[in-house]
């Protein structure tokens, strides 16, 4: 839940798109990991595979469709984005069809594991641990890297930063 939280106020704090198919996008990655693992009985594959593909996927619905919309308002925003929640839903159903899939913890990473007297499956102490890394390197990148000052600067003011030469429309496909 931290990922997909720290995604939905990444958009929307920075970039003020509101963006109902947040879930969705996660669906539809989290079925693309069940294909790749599926087709390669690879869970680390599909742990890089996925989001990648995912980037890409929205790097163009941002270049396609978003830029058409970031000034016009949430309205317009909300119809857009519940419109991709939609098409998303039917896209999936329609090559996986209406049950869920999941996808088995790879080895190593199965079974339970004691800690302070409480049990924990491996798996999700795997999963903490992955929210804590992305959620450090996001918290360094805003603070101390260059894209986090750019990231800031466009938040802050977006003409100004255009003026200063950081390119906002390329930034923001990167943030998406």
Request: avoid cysteine; hydrophobic fraction near 70%; charged fraction near 5%.
């Given at each position: 839940m931290f990922l997909l939280a720290a995604g939905l106020s990444i958009i929307f704090g920075l970039m003020n798109v509101l963006n109902l198919a947040h879930g969705s996008f996660y669906m539809v990655g989290a079925y693309i990991a069940y294909s790749v693992v599926v087709a390669t009985k690879s869970f680390w594959l599909a742990l890089v595979v996925a989001p990648v593909l995912l980037a890409v996927i929205g790097a163009a619905l941002e270049l396609v469709f978003f830029r058409r919309v970031y000034g016009r308002g949430h309205l317009a925003q909300v119809l857009l984005t519940f419109g991709f929640t939609l098409v998303f839903v039917d896209l999936i159903r329609s090559q996986f069809g209406p049950t869920t899939r999941s996808i088995p913890p790879p080895s190593g990473l199965e079974g339970a594991v004691q800690v302070l007297g409480a049990t924990?499956?491996?798996?999700?102490?795997?999963?903490?641990?992955?929210?804590?890394?992305?959620?450090?390197?996001?918290?360094?990148?805003?603070?101390?890297?260059?894209?986090?000052?750019?990231l800031r600067a466009g938040v802050e003011d977006k003409e100004m930063a255009g003026l200063l030469g950081i390119n906002l429309p390329r930034v923001f496909t990167l943030t998406f």
């Open positions: 924990f499956s491996a798996y999700s102490l795997f999963v903490l641990a992955v929210a804590t890394v992305v959620g450090a390197l996001l918290l360094v990148g805003w603070r101390s890297l260059r894209v986090g000052a750019v």
